[in-house]
């Protein structure tokens, strides 16, 4: 009966959209437990992969964000209890681990490119069309040593990453505090 009611709870969330309470920072919309306003994110409850927030404040602004220099409406206070705020976007940077913004275009390795005419960048997170999926399935069977560089390449750049100062490190960029759940 339990299963079932974790189940209605989420099928009626997606009609419904019931929100997680911190929504504007981390975008989730379905909250999967009962009784919870915290998505799996953002919930102490979710013990395996959550990060254990909780109700994060959001203030209103009209100063710069000391990452970007970006004049913000709305910034985050950061999690470590510092005092900090950074705007939304520049908090999700730093809190959160993003992969993608490593990857590199496969189309200077000799991929054709996009068959939608995405422009992928050089590094930074691509299209990823699913028409592109064959195209790139095909130049890695015709073209192995070309597929081959971009791929060690790739993998060169994501574990690279760790020489990135702010992004998905969870550390205050001005006072280095680490939140740790």
């Known amino acids: 009966m339990i ?21 504007e920072f981390c975008r989730y919309n379905k909250v999967p437990e009962m009784g919870s306003d915290y998505c799996m994110t953002c919930g102490s409850w979710f013990k395996v992969c959550g990060f254990g927030w909780d109700k994060l404040t959001i203030v209103d602004s009209t100063d710069e964000c000391a990452v970007c220099m970006d004049v913000c409406e709305r910034k985050l206070m950061f999690p470590t209890n510092c005092g900090h705020s950074f705007c939304i976007i520049c908090s999700r940077n730093i809190l959160f681990w993003d992969e993608t913004r490593y990857h590199l275009s496969p189309v200077p390795y000799g991929c054709p490119p996009c068959p939608n005419g995405c422009e992928n960048p050089e590094k930074g997170k691509q299209c990823y069309c699913e028409e592109y999926d064959p195209i790139q399935e095909e130049w890695e069977q015709y073209n192995p040593q070309g597929f081959n560089n971009w791929n060690d390449d790739q993998n060169k ?25």
Do not use: Q
């Not at 079932?4 to 099928?11: P, S, T, W």
């Open 157 to 181: 750049s994501i574990d690279n990453s760790s020489n990135d100062i702010i992004y998905g490190k969870a550390t205050c960029p001005l006072c280095r505090k680490k939140y740790v759940r």
């Open 3 to 23: 299963v079932f009611k974790i189940y209605y709870k989420y099928i009626m969330s997606e009609v419904n959209e019931i929100k997680c309470v911190n929504h």
